[in-house]
């Protein structure tokens, strides 16, 4: 039996309208830098981490 490590697919499945829809909004709007979902993401972020604020970075090394 082979059990997987991460299943994103099935994961995915269940959300995958709302992420075709989000993703099409992002991509017609070009508000993949500094957009609303950025800065909604962001306020998400530090709400689930108890913090005052957070700022979503392309990668680690931006955040060093």
């Not at 995915?12 to 909004?25: F, H, K, P, V, Y």
Request: charged fraction near 30%; proline fraction near 3%; hydrophobic fraction near 40%.
């Amino acid at each position: 039996m082979t059990i997987p490590y991460l299943d994103l697919a099935r994961t995915r499945a269940r959300i995958d309208a709302q992420l075709q829809e989000r993703w099409r909004r992002i991509l017609d709007t070009n508000s993949f830098v500094l957009g609303p979902e950025v800065k909604e993401f962001e306020h998400s972020f530090a709400d689930y981490l108890d913090v005052d604020a957070c700022a979503g970075l392309a990668n680690g090394t931006d955040a060093s």
